[in-house]
């Protein structure tokens, strides 16, 4: 099942720098993306979302971007702190269904 | 801050066992989900349930899986006959509605020996 893409399984970034996470995914019928954030021994913790009919949303530092013609979405951090370090899932659902579909995750690493 | 509760943190069984993972989703939540992660593998969607019976489940729920509402708190998953395959971490989320944000508990590791 490869239907959510993370590739680049890790990422090391230097505090108040930006990182960016990108996910791909296949299934067209795909209308709703999350993603979360996961610390060893914790369950994922949401982060943000975004709904197919927008490109763009922002929340403080985070900020995802949706090109649907590219069924492509990043995560834009910025700045990077130390406790941004941690695996971050992608994840989506398709409208009449609530299941979410997950990458394999990326995982961050914010240098001080 | 409202949160999903999940019990036991770990819980080890013998192959055949059965095993009861319990739940408490956020209380004024009406979707209820399982998910599970073998080690090294991604987040996989196992079942959701709303208003008393389940809405949706994946191919990996099968016969020796059910899941309860038991009371009006707690929400359980249970594998009648656990397999060395079983293995795995499993989360229990809740939501609003069914379209809203899935919020996770911080999951159960099951080790099936």
């Known amino acids: 099942d490869q239907q959510v893409k993370q590739n680049s399984p890790s990422l090391s970034v230097q505090e108040g720098r930006i990182s960016i996470l990108n996910c791909d995914y296949t299934?067209?019928?795909?209308?709703?993306f999350l993603w979360y954030k996961k610390y060893p021994a914790e369950g994922p913790t949401f982060l943000i979302s975004i709904s197919s009919i927008k490109d763009k949303n922002e929340d403080g530092r985070f900020t995802v971007f949706l090109n649907k013609s590219a069924k492509h979405l990043s995560l834009h951090i910025v700045p990077s702190q130390p406790g941004d370090s941690a695996v971050y899932f992608c994840?989506?659902?398709?409208?009449?269904?609530?299941?979410?579909?997950f990458g394999k995750g990326n995982q961050v690493v914010v240098i001080p | 801050e409202p949160e999903v509760t999940q019990t036991p943190s770990h819980q080890v069984t013998q192959m055949g066992q059965e095993v009861i993972l319990r739940c408490v989703p956020i209380s004024n939540h009406l979707y209820f989900y399982w998910y599970r992660q073998i080690l090294g593998q991604k987040v996989e969607f196992l079942v959701s349930f709303y208003n008393n019976e389940i809405s949706e489940k994946s191919e990996i729920f099968d016969d020796q899986f059910s899941v309860e509402r038991p009371d009006g708190s707690n929400f359980t998953l249970k594998i009648r006959s656990t397999k060395l395959e079983d293995s795995a971490m499993y989360f229990c989320?809740?939501?609003?509605?069914?379209?809203?944000?899935?919020?996770f508990g911080p999951g159960t590791r099951l080790l099936v020996l």
């Open positions: 989320a809740s939501s609003n509605e069914g379209r809203e944000t899935q919020y």
């Open positions: 994840a989506a659902s398709a409208y009449g269904n609530n299941r979410l579909a």
């Open positions: 299934n067209s019928m795909f209308d709703y």
